[in-house]
């Protein structure tokens, strides 16, 4: 390989090579991957079971032409807390579910093209849901901060500082780093629990991952389906990414993407693991390497696989304390919410039209104040509401404002030139 060279998904390296770029990858998708088991309470070693086996189903779904790994999705945090209450089995429902509807609309794009995702889920819609996903849980963060205020400063301090103050792989690994400098000074001031170090000492070097059987709550199942509209955002937002990246049309390749992403959701929660997603740290790597090869991706794949089969290596995970888990959320749920933001921003939506800018506000307050409604025996919470709500009621606002009211008298001349979705409301808003 030649200083600078881009090596194609297609190419590939000696063996030493690609073992080494492989491992990069590791690193990259390691802390995030398993913070989100960590959270949740989900087995750790079972979900980077299937975050390897994830990885290769769609290495094997995209035909070795779109390089990715799928870890752990920060999209299901919210939704897996908020849902603690109906049990594990029923939480896993909802992530097999959702992964089941990601396939679904793979296949629906491989056969209809990507502006059936446009045109059911416009920027202001999808931009809505990720920020009320995330906004939703701020209490939790803030009520485990209060368990243990010095170790969650400590942790959040490390985590900002990490963040602004490091760059390279160091600032892609502030919350992991964070996480680390937390547990350590919670064990150093008694933060950490009498029985921790014991269980670690306990727990054996190799054997198998904790599987857990998925039930179906329909509630729990509300409260997480809106989580595909992240999954998509993010699945899109890879393949152009690497379409960018390695100078290659992969349009073509949207919805096997989403059908591999999906499938791997659907397989870890039928077996006790978090949703997938694909990974925004491993991108870093290959802009970093220029090294595209699916090869790397086999090999951190295999890795993970390896890793999932030593539990004491899960056992560890499950000793971080409140304290720590409260400072790390309080910038997790907060990156998710601004994620939204940044959609809108991204996508320049116009929030002085009265529908977009009153169809978000909505959703926004019905998630973050966790509005709750019980139907029979249906409860819907704030992201299932919130969720559901924008994407029923947006287009009916749209349709009503653009037929009878104000939207009716836009000046043609703006209508061709900016599109009926940026038209300036020629009044005053609020």
Request: neutral net charge; contains cysteine.
């Amino acid at each position: 390989m030649r200083p600078g060279a881009v090596v194609a998904p297609d190419e590939r390296l000696s063996w030493p090579r690609t073992i080494g770029i492989g491992m990069q990858h590791v690193v990259a998708m390691f802390g995030a991957t398993l913070l989100v088991p960590t959270l949740t309470g989900f087995p750790v070693n079972t979900t980077l079971l299937f975050s390897g086996l994830g990885t290769i189903i769609f290495l094997l779904i995209t035909r070795n032409k779109l390089p990715s790994y799928l870890g752990s999705s920060f999209a299901f945090i919210a939704p897996l807390t908020a849902s603690q209450q109906y049990g594990m089995g029923a939480q896993l429902g909802g992530v097999l579910l959702t992964g089941v509807a990601l396939i679904a609309v793979g296949a629906l794009v491989q056969v209809a093209g990507k502006r059936v995702i446009d045109a059911v889920m416009p920027p202001v819609v999808t931009g809505a849901i990720v920020a009320l996903i995330g906004f939703n849980l701020a209490p939790t963060a803030v009520s485990n901060v209060q368990t243990q205020p010095g170790v969650a400063g400590v942790t959040l301090l490390t985590i900002v500082l990490v963040t602004v103050a490091t760059r390279g792989m160091a600032s892609r690994l502030s919350i992991l780093i964070g996480v680390v400098v937390g547990w350590v000074f919670a064990a150093l001031s008694g933060g950490l629990g009498d029985d921790a170090l014991a269980t670690i000492g306990a727990a054996p070097w190799v054997g198998l991952p904790d599987f857990h059987t998925p039930e179906f709550h329909l509630s729990a199942i509300l409260v997480t389906l809106p989580v595909l509209v992240v999954l998509i955002a993010e699945n899109v937002g890879h393949v152009k990414a690497v379409s960018e990246m390695t100078g290659r049309d992969l349009d073509h390749m949207q919805g096997r993407a989403l059908i591999g992403d999906g499938i791997a959701t659907t397989l870890a929660g039928g077996f006790g693991g978090s949703g997938t997603t694909t990974y925004a740290e491993n991108i870093g790597v290959m802009a970093a390497t220029k090294v595209y090869s699916t090869a790397a991706y086999w090999v951190a794949a295999t890795f993970a696989v390896v890793l999932a089969f030593i539990p004491k290596f899960g056992a560890v995970i499950f000793t971080i304390p409140a304290g720590v888990l409260g400072g790390a959320c309080l910038v997790l749920y907060g990156l998710i919410g601004m994620l939204g933001v940044r959609i809108w921003q991204d996508n320049k939506v116009d929030f002085t039209d009265p529908v977009n800018l009153t169809a978000a506000a909505v959703a926004l307050i019905v998630g973050i104040g966790n509005l709750t409604l019980t139907v029979g025996q249906v409860t819907l919470e704030g992201i299932a509401l919130g969720s559901v709500g924008i994407i029923v009621i947006y287009p009916l606002m749209r349709w009503i404002y653009d037929t009878v009211g104000e939207g009716k008298y836009a000046s043609k001349f703006a209508v061709e030139k900016r599109g009926p979705e940026n038209v300036t409301d020629p009044h005053t808003f609020g």
